[in-house]
């Protein structure tokens, strides 16, 4: 039987709802995540939290281990932490019951970790001889006993949606836990996981492509888990699957598309059908709609037509030469070559660029989405922002710190943060998302090196290794309990 071997199965990470961080410790400071708080990773290897103490930002059940240095990596779901030292060894913290006890399993973790995959409300470790160790919320996969046996050995890699895993053995057969709804549970298609090449992960679904070109999906039917309807479709020449909010699309080796599950997908039946049926290169979602880039660098959308279904406004300027589509909740942003940009979808959202159309034009790199707006990285380091302008869409009162010398930009849910080639910060959007950094401004005026985020605050790390911090107090924004170990 064909196998596809580690290196083509190291690919795909896991899908989730947030965005936790994983740091690898690079000489300075590194800092990672939970919903509302932050772990810094410091160059000698320890660790300092803050921030909710119930999402991880109380460590002081474990913190003599963690001043005691040697970690690497520090992961996290959405309320607990778990480090990683050389050895492999973890330490957890955070809420209980979203993976901050690993009392059950602690013998377990005392050395040979690789890596560790999460949920939002668990873990799973895999250790260097193949095995699985998993903890946290139970039926968020936190509990593993049912298939225990066939997480011994032999595992390449794990995938992660919302509440449960998936991991993939070096014989290409997937092994399932967690919520069952979720695709915790498999077994109504256990014998066609085989010979898997990768998976694929919605919120509460999985899709398995297999090394023929077939397609297997498993979980809620609403999230793509039942593709029965476009079966025949799947049964080969499938090249890749791209998850797209509710819904899951399969690009075939002809550039044809076949889509299933939420989000209204199969609207284009009728409308679209025949200009999905080749040539299709990518596809990108807002909430209800969709937007598929063509080989010649044409646009087709289909969809909601409120949040980007229709483009007929700007339909000759989406003709040819997109290089890549970006998105938010409800609308598009289409970045062709030369730097030009087109937007469409809600108005108020983002879909509307009018008001700084000819600084658009061209020269743009790239696109940063926040909730309900969009900011522009140009060519020459200015910013361009528009759409909704409590989440950021008006910069006008920084305007001038954003018209050069801006190398990358940060996006949270209704705020930015930019950072400069002279390692100074410029903030806007909503101050309670940390939009307004003015009590911090001095700290951020030079020497920052990179920045990170949570829900509702930011954390920018400086060369000689100190955080400043700003945003919601009580989500991070506020470190002044642990200033001291963090160099401020």
């Keep these: 039987m064909a196998t596809p071997g580690a290196n083509a199965l190291r690919k795909r990470g896991s899908w989730l709802s947030f965005d936790p961080v994983l740091i690898s410790v690079a000489g300075t400071s590194s800092i990672a995540s939970t919903s509302g708080s932050f772990a810094a990773v410091k160059s000698g290897g320890s660790v300092t939290t803050w921030g909710d103490p119930l999402s991880g930002g109380d460590s002081s059940a474990v913190m003599p281990l963690l001043l005691k240095g040697g970690f690497e990596k520090v992961y996290s779901t959405r309320k607990a932490f778990a480090a990683v030292t050389d050895a492999g060894a973890v330490t957890c913290w955070g809420d209980l019951k979203w993976g901050g006890d690993i009392s059950a399993v602690y013998h377990l973790l005392q050395g040979g970790v690789q890596e560790i995959f999460l949920t939002v409300s668990a873990f799973a470790a895999l250790k260097n001889n193949g095995s699985v160790v998993t903890w946290g919320s139970a039926k968020g996969g936190g509990d593993s006993s049912a298939v225990t046996q066939n997480l011994q050995s032999n595992v390449v890699l794990i995938y992660a949606n919302q509440s449960a895993f998936a991991a993939v053995k070096f014989d290409g057969t997937v092994v399932t836990w967690g919520d069952p709804d979720m695709g915790g549970d498999s077994s109504a298609v256990s014998s066609q996981l085989v010979d898997v090449k990768e998976i694929y992960s919605l919120r509460r679904a999985f899709a398995a492509l297999r090394l023929d070109g077939s397609v297997v999906t498993w979980g809620d039917a609403k999230w793509g888990g039942d593709s029965s309807a476009v079966r025949d479709q799947l049964q080969s ?252």
């Excluded at 997109?322 to 979808?345: D, H, M, P, R």
């Excluded at 108005?347 to 009018?354: E, F, L, R």
Aim: no cysteine; glycine share 14%.
């Design 237 to 488: 020449g499938v090249q890749t699957i791209i998850s797209l909010g509710k819904a899951l699309v399969a690009i075939k080796t002809d550039g044809s598309i076949v889509a299933w599950g939420g989000n209204d997908v199969s609207i284009f039946s009728q409308q679209v059908k025949e200009q999905l049926q080749h040539d299709v290169k990518r596809v990108y979602v807002t909430s209800r709609a969709f937007a598929a880039v063509k080989s010649n660098g044409s646009v087709v959308t289909w969809g909601d037509l409120d949040t980007g279904g229709d483009s007929s406004g700007v339909r000759e300027l989406l003709e040819s030469d997109v290089e890549k589509i970006y998105s938010n909740e409800v609308a598009f942003v289409a970045l062709k070559f030369g730097g030009k940009v087109v937007t469409w979808g809600d108005a108020k959202g983002g879909g509307d660029s009018s008001l700084v159309k000819a600084k658009l034009a061209s020269g743009v790199l790239q696109v940063f989405p926040a909730q309900g707006a969009f900011a522009a990285l140009t060519s020459d380091g200015g910013v361009v922002t528009w759409g909704d302008s409590g989440s950021g869409g008006d910069s006008s009162e920084v305007a001038d710190r954003l018209r050069s010398g801006v190398k990358q930009v940060y996006p949270m849910k209704r705020a930015y943060a930019a950072l400069k080639h002279d390692g100074s910060v410029v903030t806007w959007g909503d101050p309670n998302y940390g939009g307004d950094s003015s009590e911090v401004e001095k700290e951020l005026m030079a020497e920052v090196d990179k920045i990170y985020f949570n829900d509702m605050a930011f954390a920018a790390v400086k060369s000689s290794g100190s955080v400043v911090t700003w945003g919601d107090a009580e989500w991070g924004g506020d470190s002044s309990t642990v200033k001291s170990q963090l160099g401020m």
